[in-house]
C-alpha cells in the first residue's frame, strides 16, 4: 500500500542526549498515517549516541533532516534554527522523549483544511510520569472537533474545564506563527505559551477532544525546572512587555480579558504583584484563577495515585478507558 505523504507538514524535533526516547518519538512519527514532509532533528552537541540513532534511521526514512551543532546551544534555539529551515506550510514542534498517537497528523490537518481560517489545531494532551503514572488531560469542555474563534478562546478561559494550549499537541500554520514574532529566544520555557495563545487570540485554532500525543514529564526536564530558573522575573517582565507593545496592541484586551495568564503566572506568582509592568493585568478574577490552579497543582502533588483516577473518573467520563488506551500505545 503506497504511503500518504503531506507536502504541507514540516515536523521540527530538537535533541540533547535523548538517545534512549530518540528512536522511539522519530519511528512514531514515521508510522503515522500521514507522513511528513520532513523531520528535521536538531542534535545540541549531544554526548550520547543519539546522532548515530538519526543516521541510521535517515536510511530508512529519507524525509529525515539532521542538523548537528558543535556547541550546545539550548532547546529554544534549536527550534527557532529548525523553523527556519523548514519548508512546509504547516509545523509540529516535537520533543525527541515525546510520542505522538496513531491518525494525529490527519486528523489535525484535516480540520485544519476545513477550517484554514484557524491558526493552530490542538487536542487533549496525555502525560506520563517517571514513576509510571500515566495520565490525560483536557483543553476544554467541547464534545466534537471544532473551530474557536479568538472571541469563543477567550470566553472558554472562564470555564472551569479549562486547560492550556499545549504545544506538544498543537500544529501551527507556518506563516501564523512568523506573524507572531517567530521563536522569542528571550522568553526561555514560557516562548511556546506565548506564541500558542498569540496565535489563538489572533486567527482561533481547532480543536480535537480526543488524544492524540503523549508527553514524558520527568523531574529534570528543561519544563519543569524553567519555574526555578533564576531568569525567571526577566523573562515575565518581557512577557508583559511584549503584550503591550505596539506590536501585538490586537491581543492585548484578549490577555486582559481571559485566564491566559494564569497558566504562567501558576509559577510566577509573585511577578505580578513585584513587577509594575504586570499589575494592571492582576484582576480579582485572575487572582482566583492563579490560587485555583495552585491549590489543585498542591492537592495533585501530595494525593496517591489511586485517589486521583477517582476524581479523575467522575470529572471525565471515560478517563479510565482512555488512560489504558494510551499506556497500550507507549508500551507498544
Request: positive net charge.
Amino acid at each position: 500500500m503506497k504511503e500518504k505523504l503531506n507536502s504541507k507538514l514540516s515536523v521540527i524535533l530538537p535533541n540533547y542526549n535523548h538517545a534512549v526516547y530518540l528512536r522511539g518519538a522519530l519511528e512514531a512519527i514515521w508510522k503515522q498515517s500521514l507522513k511528513p514532509l520532513e523531520v528535521i532533528v536538531i542534535d545540541d552537541a549531544s554526548t550520547d549516541n543519539s546522532v548515530e540513532i538519526v543516521e541510521e534511521l535517515k536510511i530508512r526514512y529519507p524525509g529525515v533532516v539532521l542538523i548537528k551543532h558543535d556547541k550546545n546551544q539550548g532547546a529554544v534555539l534549536s527550534i527557532k534554527e529548525g523553523l527556519e529551515a523548514a519548508s512546509g506550510d504547516y509545523v509540529y514542534l516535537a520533543s525527541s522523549d515525546d510520542k505522538v498517537l496513531p491518525d494525529f497528523f490527519q486528523k489535525s490537518l484535516d480540520l485544519l483544511d476545513k477550517y484554514p481560517q484557524a491558526g493552530l489545531c490542538c487536542s487533549d494532551p496525555g502525560w506520563w510520569k517517571e514513576s509510571g503514572e500515566v495520565c490525560i488531560t483536557k483543553f476544554g469542555p467541547q464534545q466534537g472537533a471544532c473551530y474557536l474563534s479568538p472571541q469563543e478562546l477567550m470566553s472558554l478561559t472562564c470555564h472551569r474545564e479549562f486547560g492550556e494550549i499545549s504545544t506538544q499537541t498543537a500544529i501551527f500554520e507556518r506563516k501564523a506563527i512568523l506573524e507572531a514574532g517567530g521563536i522569542r529566544i528571550e522568553l526561555e520555557w514560557n516562548y511556546d505559551w506565548f506564541l500558542c495563545y498569540v496565535v489563538a487570540f489572533r486567527r482561533g485554532l481547532c480543536y480535537l477532544p480526543e488524544n492524540l500525543t503523549a508527553f514524558r514529564l520527568m523531574s529534570q526536564s528543561w519544563s519543569q525546572q524553567g519555574s526555578k530558573h533564576e531568569k525567571q522575573s526577566k523573562v515575565m517582565n518581557r512577557i508583559f512587555e511584549l503584550i503591550k507593545s505596539e506590536d501585538y496592541r490586537d491581543v492585548l484586551g484578549f490577555f486582559k480579558e481571559s485566564y491566559a495568564l494564569a497558566i504562567p503566572a501558576v509559577r510566577f506568582f509573585k511577578d505580578l504583584f513585584l513587577n509594575k509592568e504586570g499589575r494592571e493585568f492582576l484582576t480579582l478574577s485572575l487572582l482566583r484563577r492563579i490560587v485555583w490552579k495552585r491549590l489543585k497543582r498542591f492537592f495533585a502533588h501530595i494525593s496517591p495515585a489511586y485517589l486521583k483516577n477517582v476524581y479523575r473518573h467522575f470529572r471525565y467520563p471515560g478517563h479510565g478507558q482512555k488512560v489504558l488506551t494510551l499506556y497500550k500505545h507507549l508500551r507498544g
